[in-house]
């Protein structure tokens, strides 16, 4: 469960007991000592160290030993971010809507059920970054017939950034380009049965040309053979409503004239 703690408000002073450095919260009185014979603990950041704004990940660790409480530390700071007791060997901390104050390098030390407040050294660091994650879209719309043209929309908020094109989900993109705008258009032609299938997006800014944005939400392309049930259908029945239509007017005419003439002989006639 997760302890939560008042540590983060309080003021951490450095003290020596032994051979152990340790660290005293100044208001509750409570001692973590790191005992450097503890075995590291390892460190992990799931699903993926880059994150999009607003979203959750996950930073578990785990120790050799039985373990009575793991503390997770931001960019080294003696201060405890978290504080989960487990008596077990693995914790996973939860960190929610993550913005621009929980980028930074994370590392988790634990202590053992027989002292709980003798700490083992902090593990390797782990480096959390946030992105921005890109909008998709496609146009004339997700329907495509076979053999015509479409364009792929990607876009974010801030510009001067490269946008690369993803299909079903790979890493390797179809396309790249370079834009200083906020948006970036991927063309396709004449679309094949080959071009079917989800397509996303994802970025580098220019300044920041290693860290790779999350990719989008994914859109589905879906390619028809034939218009028929749509534009072509509509424009053969448009074009069969005017022939019906030009039919009708000439038979009128028709049936007027030959019912005119009928009249005019009559009158001859008398």
């Known amino acids: 469960r997760t302890i939560v703690s008042q540590l983060q408000s309080l003021t951490i002073w450095p003290c020596l007991i032994g051979n152990l450095g340790c660290w ?26 880059i994150a999009a704004f607003g979203g959750n990940v996950t930073i578990q660790c785990q120790s050799e030993k039985l373990t009575k409480r793991f503390y997770l530390h931001k960019s080294r700071n003696q201060m405890p971010q978290q504080i ?23 590392c988790c030390r634990y202590s053992d059920s027989s002292e709980p407040y003798i700490v083992s050294k902090c593990s390797d660091l782990v480096r959390l970054l946030v992105t921005e994650k890109p909008e998709i879209f496609i146009s004339p719309g997700k329907l495509i017939t076979l053999g015509e043209n479409l364009t792929i929309v990607c876009e974010i908020e801030d510009g001067d950034v490269i946008f690369f094109l993803h299909k079903n989900g790979s890493l390797k993109p179809e396309q790249m380009k370079s834009t ?45 053979e034939e218009a028929g049930h749509t534009q072509v259908n509509i424009i ?35």
């Open 24 to 49: 005293r919260h100044s208001l509750t009185s409570i001692f973590l000592c790191t005992d450097s014979s503890f075995p590291r603990p390892s460190i992990n950041l799931g699903p993926v160290e």
């Open 84 to 106: 989960l007791e487990t008596n077990g060997t693995t914790a996973e901390f939860l960190i929610t809507s993550v913005d621009q104050t929980k980028t930074g390098e994370y």
């Open 180 to 224: 200083s705008y906020s948006l970036v258009e991927f063309f396709i032609s004449n679309v094949t049965w080959q071009d079917q299938g989800s397509y996303s997006c994802s970025y580098v800014k220019k300044e920041q040309i290693f860290v790779l944005s999350v990719q989008s939400d994914a859109i589905e392309l879906v390619i028809s």
């Open 236 to 270: 053969r029945f448009v074009i069969g409503a005017l022939i019906a239509a030009l039919l009708g007017y000439i038979m009128t005419l028709d049936w007027r004239f030959q019912r005119e003439h009928v009249l005019f002989q009559s009158e001859k006639t008398f």
